[in-house]
């Protein structure tokens, strides 16, 4: 599998001369770590045995190994990042619920029903079918060399019982 842009990956590593950068690196690892989407940043003056590129003061160092669980997250990221294209297509806003119906077969249904929970979250989905939309107006992208069909619907928010106020005399 070749790793994708938005995928995550398991480490980055800075090697630098720079007692400052090291530090920095150190201290501002969990927000590093948000920003280019790596599970572990590091920093110190020893190279590692990874691809690398310079960079001002330093080396940077990716681990690309993409291993089960990365190519799962990545993958239901990409999923869940097709259904925000179609909530915003529909209009919708942050706290819209939906519906989702999903075409998808093998490893990725798999991988989706690990992931359910975080989709449904990351999505404001209520709920998610696993259907057939071959012959429907789904919306299909290919994902990693495999066709995922979706269908997004607005659900109507429901209306409680009308309050019965005691009258006033």
């Given at each position: ?13 800075l090697?630098?001369d ?6 920095s690196?150190k201290s ?17 003056e ?26 799962s ?22 706290k ?39 012959e ?9 060399g ?13 209306k409680?019982?009308?309050k ?6």
């Amino acid at each position: 599998n070749k790793v994708k842009l938005r995928w995550p990956l398991s480490c980055a590593h800075l090697q630098s001369d720079s007692h400052e950068a090291v530090d920095s690196v150190k201290s501002l690892a969990p927000i590093i770590c948000r920003l280019i989407n790596v599970k572990e940043v590091s920093a110190n003056e020893e190279p590692m045995e990874l691809p690398c590129a310079d960079c001002p003061g330093g080396r940077i160092y990716l681990d690309c190994t993409i291993t089960r669980e990365l190519y799962s997250e990545a993958i239901s990221n990409e999923i869940s990042r097709r259904i925000q294209m179609l909530r915003k297509g529909l209009g919708l806003v942050e706290k819209d619920k939906v519906k989702v119906k999903l075409d998808v077969t093998g490893e990725f249904r798999t991988i989706v029903e690990e992931k359910m929970d975080s989709v449904l979250a990351s999505t404001n989905s209520e709920s998610i079918e696993f259907a057939d939309l071959g012959e429907t107006d789904a919306k299909s992208w290919e994902i990693d060399g495999r066709k995922v069909a979706l269908e997004v619907e607005r659900v109507q928010p429901k209306k409680g019982p009308k309050k019965q106020f005691p009258k006033r005399e």
